[in-house]
């Protein structure tokens, strides 16, 4: 199953400025920071990453339900929603 391009563009776009806040919790560590910034930009790096995944894992249990692509099963499903939890 391949994932729609035009529904990952948003997902592409959190993707990349989550790569830009862990390059800035990156500079916070090597700079010294107070540690409450740092653990407040690295939860929202966390928090982007977790929306992104789950968000592709929507996109393709639409795209498995209008397909009903037999390669991906509930225990798939299951197992895709586990890893973000």
Known sequence: ME?????M????NRLRRAQGQLAAVTRLIEE????TVVVT???AVS???DRAGFAIIASALQTCLE???PALDKA???KLFM???
């Not at 994932?3 to 529904?7: N, V």
């Not at 563009?9 to 592409?12: A, D, G, T």
């Not at 010294?32 to 540690?35: A, H």
């Open 41 to 43: 930009q690295l939860a």
């Open 83 to 85: 890893s973000l939890a």
């Open 76 to 78: 798939k499903l299951e």
């Open 3 to 7: 994932l729609d391009p035009t529904e």
């Open 67 to 69: 397909q009903e692509d």
């Open 47 to 49: 928090s982007a990453l």
């Open 32 to 35: 010294g920071n107070d540690c």
């Open 9 to 12: 563009k948003p997902v592409l």
